[in-house]
C-alpha cells in the first residue's frame, strides 16, 4: 500500500480504457437525469416550507406509534435519525389558517414532557421559493466564476474540459439524491458548490502537468502526453480523494441530521470527482488541437 502511494509514475492505459469511461459515464448521466424527470428533488423544508421538529428521547421510538399520534398533522412524514433510534424528524405543512408556531405548540401538547426539542424550524412557501431561486443562482454563478478562472488561468479547451467534469458529476450527484428520495435543501446546495470547488481543484493540478508535458515533450503523441500526465498525477489525486473521503465519511457518520445531506454529496462527490478527472476532464482534451492552443499561449507570454 505504501509503494502504492509513493510511487509517482505509473503506466496505467487510461486513455485506451475511455470509451469504457464514457459508456459508463453515459448510463449514469441517462439514469440521473431520469431520476431527476420522473422522481423530482424531495425538497426539504428549506425550499418547501413548513414545520421542522428534531425530537430526542432517552429510549428508542415506538415508529408506529408515533405516526398514529401525529396522523392530525397535514402532509406529515417521521424519519428516524438517532443511531439507537431514540430521535426522529418530524416535517409537516400548516393546515389553512394555521401559523408554523401552532403546529409546532400541537406537535408538543400531543407528546408531552419527557421529550427534547433539539431543532425546531418554520419557513413560509414564500421564503422558500425565494431560497429555491438564490440557490439556483448561486450554483450558476459559481460554475461561471469557475470557467472564468480556468479560461484565464489555461486555455479555453481546458475550460470546456473542466466545465463537462463539472456539470457530470453534478448531475449525477442531484440524481442520486432524486433516486433515493433524499432530502434536498440548502445544506445540500452548500455541499454541491463546495463540491464544485473541490473537483475543480483536483482537475487544475492534472490541467497543469498536461500543459507542462505538452512543452517537455513535443514530439510525443497527445494520447501519450495525456495518459503520462493523468499517470504522473495520480498518487496524488488518490492521496487527496481519500483523506477527502475520511473525513467526509467521519461528518456521515457522526455529523448528525443537519449535516447529512452535506456528507452525502460530499461522500458521492469525492468518488465522481476522482473518475471524472481521469476519464472525462483529460480525455475530453484529446478532441481539442491543445498543442496549437498551448504553443500559441506561450508565444504571447
Known amino acids: 500500500m505504501k509503494k502504492l502511494f509513493r510511487k509517482r509514475n505509473f ?4 486513455l485506451n480504457m475511455r470509451k469504457w469511461g464514457y459508456v459508463f459515464s453515459a448510463i449514469m448521466l441517462i439514469g440521473s ?5 420522473t422522481k423530482g428533488l424531495n425538497y426539504g423544508i428549506d425550499f418547501q416550507g413548513g414545520v421542522l421538529v428534531e425530537v430526542s428521547s432517552e429510549k428508542a421510538f415506538d415508529m408506529a406509534q408515533m405516526r398514529s399520534r401525529l396522523s392530525f398533522l397535514k402532509d406529515f412524514t417521521i424519519q428516524s435519525a438517532g443511531e439507537e433510534g ?3 424528524l418530524i416535517q409537516c405543512q400548516p393546515r389553512e389558517g394555521e401559523t408554523g408556531a401552532q403546529v409546532v405548540n400541537q406537535i408538543k401538547a400531543e407528546l408531552g414532557d419527557g421529550y427534547k426539542y433539539e431543532r425546531v424550524e418554520v419557513i413560509g412557501p414564500t421564503i422558500g421559493e425565494e431560497l429555491k431561486q438564490k440557490s439556483l443562482l448561486a450554483s450558476i454563478l459559481a460554475l ?3 470557467s472564468i478562472y480556468i479560461w484565464f488561468r489555461f486555455e479555453w479547451p481546458f475550460a470546456i474540459g ?3 467534469s463539472l456539470a457530470h458529476d453534478l448531475i449525477i450527484v442531484i440524481g442520486i439524491f432524486a433516486f433515493f428520495g433524499w432530502d434536498f435543501n440548502m445544506v445540500v446546495v452548500a455541499g454541491i458548490l463546495s463540491l464544485a470547488g473541490y473537483d475543480c481543484n483536483d482537475t487544475i493540478v492534472t490541467y497543469d502537468r498536461v500543459r507542462e508535458n505538452l512543452r517537455k515533450f513535443r514530439r510525443d503523441s497527445i494520447d501519450s502526453i495525456l495518459n503520462r500526465s493523468i499517470n504522473e498525477t495520480l498518487s496524488r489525486t488518490l492521496l487527496t480523494s481519500l483523506t477527502t ?8 457518520f457522526v455529523g448528525g441530521g443537519t449535516l447529512e445531506g452535506f456528507s452525502r454529496a460530499m461522500v458521492w462527490g469525492t468518488i465522481l470527482g476522482t473518475y471524472s478527472s481521469i476519464f472525462v476532464a483529460v480525455p475530453m482534451l484529446r478532441y481539442f488541437d491543445i498543442r496549437t492552443v498551448s504553443n500559441a499561449t506561450e508565444v504571447k507570454e
Open 162 to 164: 473542466c466545465m463537462l
Open 86 to 88: 431514540n430521535m426522529i
Open 11 to 14: 503506466n496505467i492505459p487510461f
Open 144 to 146: 461561471l466564476a469557475i
Open 33 to 37: 437525469i431520469f431520476a431527476i424527470c
Open 245 to 252: 473521503l475520511f473525513v467526509v465519511l467521519v461528518l456521515l
